[in-house]
Structure formats: structure tokens, C-alpha cells
């Protein structure tokens, strides 16, 4: 190796590459304010998200790597992190301090959606991103029961203020209309409300955005999707077959409004028995992974089915919250990660996304 200057650190600097990411951590613009005093050597490494899987190994690699340097006796990393502004589809308008919106669908109901959209903003925000959540099922917004609030949003000036519960904030049909009386929703007041709440809500700034979608592949939820200007889309599926074929529907829905699906969260995936802690899998295995390997997309994570999961939705605090170290957590902690990253790559303009050739009818090109 070479003398030690601005140089030789950022030569050495560009062999560590971030394995999800696929690029070096000096063409990614990770390294900043890079600073030579005497013989220890500073920099901050900016991280694209907090949720990066890669953090503590791409530190570890960095440090190993500039004290290879002859004539460097310590390296001070400072690890911070800096959530990019997503791209989006042309033509359509951005919600003003909202870097990444992503709606979490499936074309079923029931398969866990509402659960994995808690769990997925509140760990998000755990690992210290800015994060809302938007409620957008006008059938049955479970959110509000889900994190626990049930009361009217405060109003200031001509703004709506979110709920702040669990480290996040929150927005939900369901604040609005509360009680048991169902709203008959038509097409226009449902685009009206969703609207308000993406632009009349006073957000602040936020890394993410997640928005819960109601459930189906109808005109509503295709209009919704559309309505909303969401950087990628989650697909949640149990790993039966009824529901992902119903997720091939949805994945179509997304593809309409070119909207890129980041990948699949396969849910109530295997049972922990309590009592023998065997792994039972109730529903066959491997469907998520076969589903998301026949739309060359990322299975994001599976949830076992427990019913901690259940009862943390049933009580307001969700599992993430409940119990952080439980094997669920980990499972909705990896799929945080997993979103972030795929969120980061197609940020970097789409390196490793998802590529689904709609030139010829796919419909039955898939053996799941
Ligand atoms: N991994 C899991 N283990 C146990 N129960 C779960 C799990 N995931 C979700 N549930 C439970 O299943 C029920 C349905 O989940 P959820 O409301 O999240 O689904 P959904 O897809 O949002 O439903 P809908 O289509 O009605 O909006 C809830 O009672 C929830 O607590
Ligand atoms: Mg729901």
C-alpha cells in the first residue's frame, strides 16, 4: 500500500463494497468529511438507510481496510445515516416531506396485512427512521386497534395532526369514523379522503411512509394505488395457494400502474408449537420463495404464525413493541431491513430490481 493521503484512504475505501447494495461505499457516497490527522484517519459513513443490514460489517470492513495503510494506528468511524428522496413514476406529484412511500396490498384479505404494515413502520422507526402510517382501508381499518389509539385527530390551522403512538405517526379512516357504523365509501370520497390524508395531514418529514391498502384488486384498490404516489409495493401472502394466486393479482395490480413490487412477505408461514417448540408448517413450504423467485423478486421475510402475533394486533402493542427479541420481531425486523434496501437500490436507479418483462402474457409461465 501506498502513503497515506486523501488517496490511498479512499483507494482502499472503494475495494469495500456493500453486498446488497453492489456497489463500493465510495461511489455510493457512504464516505464523507474524510479527515488525515497524524496518523488516525476520521470519516463518517452515511449510510443510505438506518435499517441497513450491511452497517456493522461495512464499518468493521472500512476500518480493516484503512488500517491496512501503512502508517495509520487508529480509524474513527462515525456511522450516520441519510434517507434518500425515492424516484417516482413520471407524472406524478410527490407528497411534499415524504421521502418513500410504500403501500403494503395483497389481493386477498385476511392474510395479514394491517399486522405486517404496524410492524413494519414501528421497526422502521426503531432503528431510527422518521416513519408514518396511513391507514387506507375504508372496509375495515383495523390500524387504530392494531396501535391502540382510538380518537379523533387534533386539527390545527387546516391541518390534521397524526396520532404519535409507538414511535411512529398515524393516520386512519378508521380515527375519523369511529364506532361500529359501516361508511358506504363511493369511488370520489374515497379519492377526496385519501387525498386529504396524504396532503391536508401535517406529516412533517418523513423517511417512510407506509400505507396499508384495503384488500382486493377491484377499481378501488387500482385507483387507490394509483391515487397514491407509492415508491414500491410489499405483496403479503400465507403460502397457500389460494392466496398466492391471489397475490399474482395483485402483483399485476401494481405492475398496471407501474408501480415496482419490492417483494413478497410470506405470513403465517409455520406454527412454533408452544408446547414442543417444533416448527409445523401448516400450509406446505416454500410458496412465498417460489413465488417471488417466479416474478425474479425478493422474498422480504416470513412470519411464523403465533399467537403472540394476534393477541400483541388484538391489545394495541404490536409485537415489534411486545416482545423486540421473539423470533416475530426478528422476522418483521429483517423484512424492515429488507424493504429499506430495496427501497436503496431503486433510489440508485434500479441496480438488481426486480425485471419483469411484460412483452409476452405471463400468466401461466409460473409452476408455483
Ligand atoms: N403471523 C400471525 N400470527 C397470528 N395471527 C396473525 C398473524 N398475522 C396476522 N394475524 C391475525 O390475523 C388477523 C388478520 O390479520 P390482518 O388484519 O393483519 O390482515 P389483513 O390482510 O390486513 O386483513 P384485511 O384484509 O381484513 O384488511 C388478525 O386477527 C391478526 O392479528
Ligand atoms: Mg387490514
Redesign the pocket.
Known amino acids: 500500500m501506498g502513503s497515506l493521503n486523501q488517496e490511498s484512504v479512499l483507494a482502499v475505501l472503494r475495494t469495500v463494497k456493500d453486498a446488497e447494495l453492489k456497489r463500493d461505499i465510495v461511489s455510493l457516497n457512504f464516505v464523507r468529511s474524510l479527515e488525515i490527522d497524524g496518523t488516525t484517519v476520521r470519516f463518517k459513513l452515511v449510510l443510505n438507510t438506518p435499517a441497513s443490514p450491511s452497517k456493522k460489517r461495512l464499518e468493521q470492513a472500512a476500518r480493516e481496510a484503512v488500517l491496512s495503510i501503512p502508517g495509520v494506528e487508529a480509524v474513527e468511524i462515525r456511522l450516520e445515516s441519510e434517507i434518500p428522496q425515492a424516484r417516482i413514476a413520471e407524472g406524478k406529484q410527490t407528497v411534499p416531506g415524504i421521502s418513500n412511500i410504500v403501500a403494503v396490498s395483497?389481493g386477498?384479505?385476511?392474510?395479514?396485512?394491517?399486522?405486517?404494515?404496524?410492524n413494519l413502520a414501528i421497526a422502521l422507526a426503531q432503528y431510527g427512521a422518521k416513519v408514518g402510517l396511513l391507514d387506507t382501508?375504508v372496509?375495515?381499518p383495523?390500524v387504530p386497534i392494531?396501535v391502540g389509539v382510538n380518537a379523533e385527530p387534533a386539527v390545527r390551522g387546516q391541518k390534521l395532526l397524526p396520532h404519535e403512538v409507538h414511535g411512529i405517526k398515524v393516520m386512519s379512516l378508521g380515527f375519523l369514523n369511529r364506532g361500529d357504523k359501516p361508511v358506504i365509501w363511493r369511488g370520489p370520497m374515497l379519492h377526496t379522503a385519501v387525498r386529504q390524508f396524504l396532503y391536508d395531514v401535517e406529516w412533517g418529514v418523513l423517511d417512510y411512509l407506509i400505507v396499508?391498502m384495503?384488500?382486493?384488486t377491484g377499481d378501488a384498490q387500482l385507483s387507490l394505488a394509483q391515487l397514491v404516489p407509492v415508491q414500491g409495493a410489499v405483496l403479503?401472502t400465507t403460502p397457500q395457494e389460494v392466496a398466492l394466486g391471489d397475490v399474482r393479482k395483485a402483483y399485476n395490480m401494481f405492475e398496471q400502474v407501474h408501480i415496482p413490487v419490492l417483494g413478497i412477505v410470506e405470513?403465517?408461514?409455520y406454527f412454533i408449537c408452544p408446547a414442543c417448540s417444533e416448527r409445523h408448517q401448516i400450509f406446505g413450504t416454500g410458496g412465498g420463495a417460489d413465488l417471488a423467485k417466479g416474478y425474479n423478486s425478493k422474498l422480504l421475510g416470513q412470519?411464523?404464525?403465533?399467537?403472540?402475533?394476534?393477541?400483541?394486533?388484538?391489545i394495541g402493542i404490536p409485537i415489534v413493541v411486545g416482545a423486540p427479541d421473539s423470533p416475530?420481531a426478528e422476522a418483521f425486523k429483517q423484512i424492515a431491513q429488507n424493504v429499506a434496501t430495496q427501497l436503496g437500490l431503486l433510489t440508485l436507479g434500479g441496480v438488481g430490481l426486480p425485471v419483469i418483462d411484460m412483452s409476452d402474457n405471463r400468466g401461466d409461465r409460473f409452476a408455483v
Do not use: C, F, H
Not at 392474510?111 to 404494515?117: L, N, R
Not at 412470519?303 to 388484538?314: A, N, T
Open positions: 395483497s386477498k384479505g385476511g392474510v395479514g396485512k394491517s399486522t405486517v404494515a404496524v382501508d372496509y375495515g383495523n392494531m396499508d384495503p384488500p382486493g403479503v405470513n403465517m408461514s412470519v411464523p404464525l403465533s399467537i403472540d402475533v394476534r393477541e400483541g394486533g388484538d416475530q
